[in-house]
């Protein structure tokens, strides 16, 4: 079979490398769909849920802090949004590096880098993300003053804040070796979305937990960077992956050593029992496995470790949730 090279469209019907497979998703929808649902990442899920899991942190410690479990309101509202934003986020990073994109193997099919679809066509699919996006935040900042529904406007202000380093990082690994960081600012932020929903402030828990997932999401985007070490090194693209070299293992163990210590600091703050503490246990635990066997030079096995970070961060947030369900029971 002819192998499609970096100036000819792939099939609009192609998984990309990196996607589910088999994706039902893709074979559902008319193929008129299919580069609009690659363009939001929805067939490589793994994206929404990492977004998403700073967020569940966050109310499930709020919960934890007043004796109640997580607000699933909340919690609902946060799915819906981080699976707009992760595509409203993931259209803007390819829209700005369409032609690095066409570069990479593993990304030269995508639709922006492979011509499947116009700049035009995704801003316009950006903007339709961004209004769901809003509307969610929206319904996050919704308050009763009494008998009537006002906006908690500090919730709002939070929630756009976000927008800023959003904006920024596609242009952080043309700078810096060290975009996961500007990564983990972006995708954190859910550790103060969390908090801020749903007691309509913040305080130190929130900035902890926070802080927590910044590291996180260091140490795993490495991980993930790890699949386009060699051509990053080609086209000049600069990452963490490329910076810690052999010193891979010590440097995503130092950033995931750093995600525990807050995250204790965060639970200990919020008077966290023993079903939190267990929950950490289950996150530590996760995080030693995936450094006991990650290796350079095996990008399938990236991937595997990359995408095993939702699992980690769903023990986290069980252990979370229990605690708070616990203290209200008693």
């Known amino acids: 079979m002819r192998q499609t090279d970096a100036r000819t469209p792939a099939s609009s019907t192609s998984p990309l490398p990196d996607a589910v497979a088999p994706n039902i998703l893709l074979r559902a929808l008319p193929t008129s769909w299919t580069p609009y649902v690659q363009l939001a990442r929805i067939d490589r899920p793994i994206g929404w849920w990492l977004l998403l899991l700073p967020c569940w942190w966050s109310d499930a410690l709020a919960g934890v802090a007043q004796g109640r479990g ?5 919690i609902a509202l946060f799915l819906v949004g981080a699976i707009a934003m992760r595509g409203a986020g993931s259209t803007w990073n390819d829209l700005i590096d369409r032609k ?3 570069q990479v193997e593993r990304t030269r099919h995508r639709p922006l880098a492979s011509g499947r679809i116009r700049p035009k066509q995704a801003l316009a699919f950006l903007v ?7 509307l969610v935040l929206l319904l996050l900042s919704l308050r009763w003053s009494g008998a009537e529904l006002a906006i908690d406007w500090f919730v ?3 929630g756009l804040a976000s927008l800023l380093v959003v904006a920024i990082y596609p242009f952080a690994k ?3 070796f060290w975009p996961q960081a ?3 600012l972006a995708f954190a932020w859910g550790g103060l979305m969390g908090w801020a929903a749903s007691l309509g402030s913040l305080a130190a828990p929130a900035y902890l937990i926070y802080a927590s997932a910044i590291f996180w999401t260091i140490g795993y985007d490495t991980i993930y960077a790890l699949q386009d070490a060699r051509d990053d090194a080609i086209v000049g693209v600069r990452s963490t992956a490329r910076l810690f070299g052999d010193n891979l293992r010590l440097g995503v163990g ?3 050593a750093l995600a525990v210590i807050t995250a204790a600091a965060a639970i200990a703050l919020a008077g966290g029992g023993w079903f939190a503490w267990a929950g950490l246990a289950g996150f530590i635990a996760h995080l030693v ?6 290796r350079i030079g095996d990008p399938p096995l990236a991937l595997r470790l990359f995408r095993a970070n939702r699992d980690a961060g769903l023990i986290l947030f069980a252990g979370l949730a229990f605690d708070g369900l616990l203290k209200h029971l008693t």
């Open 156 to 158: 709002i202000a939070v």
């Open 174 to 176: 043309r700078f810096t």
């Open 128 to 134: 339709a993300q961004s209004l769901v996006g809003a």
């Open 289 to 294: 496995w995936q450094l006991a066997i990650v």
């Open 254 to 256: 130092v950033f995931y």
């Open 70 to 74: 997580p607000n699933w309101l909340n």
């Open 182 to 184: 500007v990564l983990g």
């Open 100 to 102: 690095i994109d066409a």
